[in-house]
């Protein structure tokens, strides 16, 4: 085995554990939507007590939180990609990688607070 066909191979690896980090989040992501749409169609009163009574219950705080945490990484990693296929300037598409995983932070420390402050 040649030192070329060395790098070669671990360049073809370097992006299967972000393929794989992408695909388990959307295995995540399944149940805990499912999980959501069910429970907003099961209620029959849409009144903001009655919701926020609902999200007060520590098990669905829980899993509004892990939802809102598997998709923000899940797009994270989507909009990633996005990036890296399409912007060919380094410092430009270095820039956008850095804004986009700022404002999903941002969004993830919103969601969080959010559901935090109602639990609260």
Same mark, same amino acid.
């Given at each position: 085995?040649?030192?070329? &066909?060395?790098?070669? /191979?671990?360049?073809?690896?370097?992006? $299967?554990?972000?393929?794989? *980090?992408?695909? $388990?989040?959307?295995?995540?992501?399944?149940?805990?939507?499912?999980?959501?749409?069910?429970?907003?169609?099961?209620?029959? /009163?849409?009144?903001?007590?009655?919701?926020?009574?609902?999200?007060?219950?520590? $098990?669905?705080?829980?899993?509004?939180? &892990?939802?809102?945490?598997?998709?923000?990484?899940?797009? &994270?990693?989507?909009?990633?990609?996005?990036?890296? /296929?399409?912007? &060919?300037? +380094?410092?430009?598409?270095? *820039?956008?990688?850095?804004?986009?995983?700022?404002?999903?932070?941002?969004?993830?420390?919103?969601? *969080?607070?959010? +559901?935090?402050?109602?639990?609260?």
């Amino acid at each position: 085995m040649s030192l070329n &066909s060395k790098n070669s /191979d671990s360049n073809f690896h370097n992006g $299967i554990p972000h393929w794989k *980090f992408q695909r $388990i989040s959307a295995i995540i992501n399944i149940p805990l939507i499912i999980w959501f749409v069910f429970s907003l169609i099961t209620f029959s /009163d849409y009144s903001y007590i009655s919701l926020t009574e609902w999200v007060k219950n520590p $098990i669905n705080s829980i899993l509004i939180i &892990s939802m809102f945490a598997s998709i923000l990484y899940h797009s &994270s990693l989507g909009i990633q990609v996005v990036i890296e /296929d399409y912007i &060919s300037e +380094v410092k430009s598409r270095a *820039f956008l990688l850095n804004l986009s995983k700022l404002i999903i932070f941002f969004l993830f420390i919103v969601s *969080f607070g959010s +559901v935090i402050n109602i639990y609260i």
